[in-house]
């Protein structure tokens, strides 16, 4: 869903760059025609500084008219910014794609015959080796476990939302208090480090692997809720 909003805003973006550079090459906004010139009476009298003969005389031929400006060449400037745009565009979608292809690649996939939060601790485990580990990796990881058992847990498409579209949908769970405020706080910390690049520091990683460690155990169905 957030995908096509964004490939949806692209488009548009692409589409009105294009309407503004190409304005200028089939004459869209331009002043209107001057008007034709009056015609002159038949008779009336020769405007001042003419060439025409009042008395008679032969007309003079060594004087001419100003010649009309002769048209340009055609402007390869809105050219440029058309492919200026369209390059700045196609690297949005490029970028756009590869997202959402390590997205894919980044899913959990829940094993059969084991439950979300099996599935969910099993590979928690193995994000371990967190001193090695680039940042950008490990939340990527660790926020693609949380929202793929969210997503088996409580059947909200947890994977394919936003940070803005899931917390809303957190706060009709009938979750701790505790535990959405703690859920909010690392996806909060994770996405500047995924799509920004900003620094993570080994200490917040091993605090948000803690955190979500606990948090699957603790939203977990006891058997007398299963029953």
């Known amino acids: 869903m957030a995908g096509k909003r964004l490939l ?6 692409w589409l009105l760059i294009g309407l503004l550079t190409w304005m200028p090459v089939f004459g869209l906004g331009a002043d209107a025609q001057d008007t034709p010139d009056t015609p002159k009476p038949p008779n009336a009298p020769p405007a001042a500084g003419s060439t025409e003969p009042t008395d008679g005389a032969a007309p003079m031929t060594d004087i001419h008219g100003i010649k009309p400006p002769e048209p340009a060449g055609f402007d390869p400037t809105p050219l440029y ?3 200026a745009g369209a390059a700045v565009l196609a690297a949005a979608v490029f970028s756009f794609l590869i997202w959402k292809h390590r997205r894919r690649r980044l899913r959990v996939s829940t094993t059969p015959g084991f439950s979300p939060e099996e599935t969910a601790l099993a ?3 193995e994000l371990v080796n967190l001193e090695g580990m680039d940042g950008k990796i490990f939340y990527f990881r660790l926020s693609a476990v949380l929202r793929q058992y969210i997503e088996a847990r409580y059947r909200i498409h947890a994977p394919e939302m936003t940070t803005e579209e899931l917390l809303p949908e957190i706060k009709h769970l009938g979750m ?10 690392l996806l909060e910390t994770a996405d500047p480090i995924k799509y ?13 692997l803690a955190f979500a460690r606990r948090f699957v155990r603790e939203t977990t169905p006891t058997p007398a809720q299963e029953a």
């Open 8 to 13: 949806s805003v692209l488009l548009l973006t």
């Open 81 to 83: 910014y058309a492919a």
């Open 123 to 125: 590979a928690l485990d």
């Open 176 to 185: 701790d208090p505790a535990l959405r405020k703690g859920l909010r706080s």
């Open 196 to 208: 920004a690049g900003s620094p993570a520091s080994v200490r917040a990683m091993e605090d948000h």
